[in-house]
């Protein structure tokens, strides 16, 4: 099934449920411009496998590692609260998407980085990846990374407008500063070094 709809979407061709794809008429084949394809995949273990049966450039994502765990505890992918074993499975997960990157076209850039300053760096991957950079872009990023927030990060719960500053610490709403603590110890304990820096744990 994933082989089918991988296929699907490096190909460019909106099979998908109503449920993923909404809009398909935006897709390519119903385009009478080339547009480029560009797809968003949440399991970064994947990566080893798309790369093996498709050729493409890697824009990779990381973020603040108590983020990381707090999602996938929250979708049943990993126990809650058990933040060695959420440690030990981020360790594995970059170990092996840099073994991957290495050997692709790639570029990583933060999470934390593109919230703080939306414009500047989504003019450097637009960049990267070779896409126009124009009024009408600069336009859609601001008024979907700078929605007028009263609670939280977002302006609704299936909108798409939030406001990027704080999306950034959005794991600090659902932390305690005890998990937090211990989280902080367990991660620089290890052998990851991206999110070393006091900053990112600053309450």
Known sequence: MF????????GGLPRFPLSVVQEPIQWMPFQSAQRRVVIKEVNP???????ERFAFDVLYLTRHPMAIAQSFMRIGWWPKG??????????????????????LPSRTVKYEDICEKPLLYFEEIFGWAGLQYDNTVKDFILRTSQ?????GYRSDTY???????????????DCSEEDAQ???RLYKASSLTTYRDPEYWLR
Do not use: C, P, Y
Not at 96 to 101: H, I
């Open 3 to 10: 082989q089918k709809a991988a296929a699907n979407a490096f």
């Open 45 to 51: 273990l994947a990566l080893e496998w798309l790369s």
């Open 82 to 103: 058990k933040w060695q074993m959420a440690i030990n499975r981020i360790e594995e997960i970059e170990s092996r998407a840099a073994m991957t990157l290495e050997r």
């Open 147 to 151: 929605a007028n927030v009263t609670d």
């Open 159 to 173: 909108g798409t407008k939030r406001n990027s500053r704080h999306m950034k610490d959005a794991w600090k709403l």
């Open 182 to 184: 211990e989280f902080e």
